[in-house]
């Protein structure tokens, strides 16, 4: 009886031990969590909260990243010595004059980015926020721009800061379903977008994109409320009948076609981050009935347990690797909508969403299987010299 207990334990250990080894395998898709801070929306507040403040939330919250629209130092400084990577923005007004000159990128560095590197993480630097849309007639000058500010990055010496820009879905992809057909619109494909993927493969940079599925529920009306919302009924998915592929989520759905998108512009390899994305809690169009603190809450522990699940997408299994919650912070004003995590006071709309970037979770994270592991031993040592354990 010993030597078969013995025998079947030492089985059962090595066959939880290569479990916790494939689980804990570097190629499971990990996806770093962080949030956007919106200047539009602190110029809302009477007095907006301070650097240390914002701060100090984020680093409550276990958020890993913030995004800054606008970079403003003083914020910039507040993450002096803390774990939060930045994510800066160069204002869309700024573009021309990058372009014209090397300096004029110099001078921004050494105000937002020499005073603080690398006691603050800023791991990328955005030149322009959807330029294409907000200021069309400074496309040209984007491209030139994004270069100068890299090139006065390798003056400073500094090489581990990227360089990029940030779109959005629904004004650069023609189509989003199904994704294999997603190609990036004509006008700025050959002028903008193609020099720019051979600008970030050259520099091993990501293409930053803004992923509402929010904006593309509310334009198409064929999509179940359930499919943005990640809510896995029986009927509620897509398929692409050309890739047989089968989309769960609207937000898949969407990576995925600029995935698609990419390879069709001769780049499907680019590193893809996902700079704004969000469900409105609030909005003062009363035909907006959608944007509700319910659904918000639906859709933002949908995408976190979606990101900790390891799954990535049906085209790219190692998923994305940072995804940015729109917003921070709600606006304090009474009209439009709002996206915030944290109500006005900075306490926590979500009581119990966790944004940390870790990969526990119940569906398929090293924790849960640590949990069945435990369970597992402590049951053998209790039957040890009782029973012989047999594994079915």
């Known amino acids: 009886m010993a030597s078969h207990f013995s025998l079947s334990s030492v089985s059962l250990l090595t066959l939880l031990s290569l479990l916790l080894t494939a689980t804990a395998s570097p190629d499971t898709a990990s996806t770093v969590i962080g949030a956007t801070y919106s200047a ?19 680093s409550s919250l276990g958020l890993s990243s913030l995004r800054l629209d606008v970079s403003d130092p003083g914020l910039v400084r507040a993450f002096l010595y803390s774990n939060t990577t930045l994510l800066l923005t160069i204002p869309n007004a700024l573009v021309p004059p990058l372009a014209a000159n090397r300096s004029n990128a110099m001078r921004w560095l050494y105000a937002h980015v020499v005073p603080f590197f690398p006691r603050t993480k800023i791991a990328a630097i955005s030149v322009g926020n959807d330029v294409l849309e907000s200021t069309p007639e400074f496309s040209q000058f984007l491209l030139p721009a994004i270069q100068n500010v890299h090139l006065a990055l390798l003056d400073l010496g500094i090489r581990k800061i990227s360089v990029s820009t940030t779109f ?13 057909a997603a190609q990036f619109q004509d006008a700025p494909l050959e002028t903008v977008i193609r020099p720019l993927l051979q600008f970030l493969r050259d520099t091993n940079s990501s293409f930053f994109i803004n992923v509402y599925p929010y904006n593309l529920y509310r334009l198409r009306s064929e999509i179940p409320i359930g499919f943005p919302l990640f809510q896995e009924h029986p009927f509620s998915f897509r ?9 769960r989520n609207l937000f898949d759905m969407m990576v995925d076609a600029v995935i698609s998108a990419m390879a069709v512009a001769g780049h499907e390899n680019i590193p893809l981050i996902v700079t704004e994305t969000g469900w409105p809690s609030s909005s003062t169009d009363p035909r907006e009935v959608d944007a509700n603190p319910v659904y918000a809450e639906l859709y933002i522990k949908g995408l976190l347990g979606h990101l900790r699940s390891g799954r990535g997408t049906p085209l790219r299994k190692e998923g994305v690797p940072l995804v940015y919650i729109y917003e921070l912070i709600d606006k304090q004003v009474r009209q439009g909508r709002n996206w915030g995590i944290l109500f006005p006071n900075m306490t926590k709309k ?23 592991v435990g369970q597992f031993l402590v049951f053998a040592f209790l039957l040890r010299g009782n029973a012989a354990i047999s594994l079915l």
């Open 350 to 372: 979500y009581k119990s969403v966790d944004y940390s970037s870790g990969s526990d979770s119940v569906l398929g994270g090293f924790g849960f299987l640590k949990m069945v």
């Open 239 to 247: 398929d692409d009948m050309t890739t047989g592929v089968r989309y």
């Open 168 to 180: 959005s879905f629904v004004n650069v992809v023609t189509t989003p379903f199904p994704p294999s």
């Open 40 to 58: 539009s929306t602190a110029a809302t507040y009477p007095t907006p909260p301070t650097p240390e403040r914002v701060a100090s939330a984020v």
